[in-house]
T-cell receptor, first 114, second 114 residues
Framework: NAGVTQTPKFQVLKTGQSMTLQCAQD?????MYWYRQDPGMGLRLIYY???????DKGEVPNGYNVSRLNKREFSLRLESAAPSQTSVYFC?????????????FGQGTRLTVV | GENVEQHPSTLSVQEGDSAVIKCTYS??????FPWYKQELGKRPQLIID?????GEKKDQRIAVTLNKTAKHFSLHITETQPEDSAVYFC?????????????FGAGTRLAVHP
């Protein structure tokens, strides 16, 4: 049972380049999330997906797009990377059996935009 | 929009002392309040959670209290040990359409000195 798997773990981009962060979970969870973590800012929600086929904006969606490809996978895309998007990105998922269930996190992607 | 404030941002205690971290939330519809611990370079992991129908919950040296009227909740760690040193995040969850939407506080960096 791998839980939540993110790829890549590290990435360096030049300003203006694009990339997609991949996330997959094997816990049959309905809800999936993308957060970014900056020093002193905690975890800020970028986008979330309540179920397959639905996505919603979080606190800081500008500059990002997401795709809920199927129940397992939720990807985050940076179309034109900017230095302000340098951060650690975490994907997470949570179940639906109870609305209030633990969120499990991936190992994170450390992204640097130069 | 939803907001969670967390205090203090840093906390330094001597081994064996108690540590208390406090959070307030803005959305009265929030009904699930987890606490996460994040060690350096690792993913956040759930340590304890509380639901809105409970006022207090304890798990060994860790306890959480909830005051829904005042919209605040707290984490209490007793008999602190050096391995408790980490960043702790509180979160509040609302459930649009029955799915979790977690909003995190900015985090508290706890240092336990031997």
């Amino acid at each position: 049972n791998a839980g939540v798997t993110q790829t890549p773990k590290f990435q360096v981009l030049k300003t203006g380049q694009s990339m997609t962060l991949q996330c997959a979970q094997d816990m049959n969870h309905n809800s999936m999330y993308w957060y970014r973590q900056d020093p002193g800012m905690g975890l800020r929600l970028i986008y979330y997906s309540a179920s397959e086929g639905t996505t919603d904006k979080g606190e800081v969606p500008n500059g990002y797009n997401v795709s809920r490809l199927n129940k397992r996978e939720f990807s985050l895309r940076l179309e034109s990377a900017a230095p302000s998007q340098t951060s650690v990105y975490f994907c997470a998922s949570s179940g639906r059996d109870s609305p209030n269930t633990e969120a499990f996190f991936g190992q994170g992607t450390r992204l640097t935009v130069v | 929009g939803e907001n969670v404030e967390q205090h203090p941002s840093t906390l330094s205690v001597q081994e064996g002392d108690s540590a208390v971290i406090k959070c307030t939330y803005s959305d009265s519809a929030s009904n699930y309040f987890p606490w996460y611990k994040q060690e350096l370079g690792k993913r956040p992991q759930l340590i304890i959670d509380i639901r809105s129908n409970v006022g207090e919950k304890k798990d060994q040296r860790i306890a959480v209290t909830l005051n829904k009227t005042a919209k605040h909740f707290s984490l209490h760690i007793t008999e602190t040990q050096p391995e408790d040193s980490a960043v702790y995040f509180c979160a509040a969850s609302i459930n649009p359409g029955g799915y979790n939407k977690l909003i995190f506080g900015a985090g508290t960096r706890l240092a336990v000195h031997p």
